[in-house]
């Protein structure tokens, strides 16, 4: 299995196994792993923010009137409920 997932071959594993011992090989080929993922989740978010930041761009005006929408619209619900505390 680690085999296929480093692109060595079979004895390549075997030897390592048998040099460091297979505790220690696991604790190569799990270090591997998560470097490789966290790599590649890594280049996902990025991507994701990159996405992210084209869209807020490209409703930033309609954002900035939902927000101002939103704070009349609080800014009167408390003043209704401060009229009635």
């Known amino acids: 299995m680690i085999a296929l997932l480093t692109g060595w071959d079979v ?7 048998s040099t460091v011992g ?14 490789r993922e966290t790599k590649a989740q890594r280049e ?13 761009l490209l409703f930033k005006d ?3 009137e939902a ?8 800014t009167k619900l408390c003043d209704k409920l401060d009229k009635e505390g």
Do not use: S
Not at 11 to 17: F, G, R, S
Not at 22 to 35: D, E, N
């Open 11 to 17: 004895q390549t594993v075997l030897t390592i196994i």
């Open 22 to 35: 297979f505790p220690i090989a696991c604790c190569i080929a799990l270090g591997w792993y998560v470097a």
């Open 44 to 56: 996902e978010t990025r991507a994701l923010n990159e996405e992210h930041t084209k869209e807020m």
């Open 62 to 64: 309609e954002i900035k």
């Open 67 to 74: 927000l101002n929408n939103n704070t009349i619209a609080l």
